[in-house]
């Protein structure tokens, strides 16, 4: 390879990486018992304001409670740019997903480490168990 491509491929990388470097994003899924679990859809009135959502790294013990189902999220760093997911960063997420499924609170909450892979130059897993309180 002379070095006029190399400087042209080297330019181009470089323009990927600045046009990516404002992008965050965070999957999520729900599963139970380590099985897919088929959440059913909920009408957007039944949907939950995810700031009411309780977040606890221990039991709710003063509330009678179902379990909807285990979650998690995941909040990655997609550019060297960005700044690291903090433990804020994937509440936040997890409380957006238990607010889509209707859930009341995230029980026993947990956060995983921030790790760099082939797709993200950082990432932080959050996972908990959704449940909704019974009246």
């Not at 999520?28 to 700031?51: L, M, R």
């Not at 999220?73 to 433990?87: C, G, L, Q, R």
Request: charged share 25%.
């Amino acid at each position: 390879m002379d070095l006029k491509m190399f400087n042209k491929a080297i330019v181009i990388f470089s323009l990927m990486f600045l046009v990516s470097a404002c992008s965050t994003w965070s999957d999520s899924q729900v599963t139970n018992d380590g099985k897919a679990v088929e959440i059913a859809s909920i009408s957007e009135s039944e949907k939950k304001d995810p700031s009411k959502i309780i977040l606890t790294d221990g039991d709710i013990t003063d509330k009678k409670y179902s379990v909807i189902g285990d979650i998690e999220v995941t909040v990655n760093k997609t550019t060297i740019f960005n700044a690291d997911p903090t433990p804020e960063m994937v509440n936040e997420a997890l409380k957006e997903k238990a607010a889509e499924i209707g859930a009341d609170a995230v029980i026993f909450v947990r956060h995983g480490s921030v790790g760099v892979s082939f797709f993200s130059w950082g990432a932080l897993e959050g996972k908990g168990r959704a449940v909704v309180f019974n009246d």
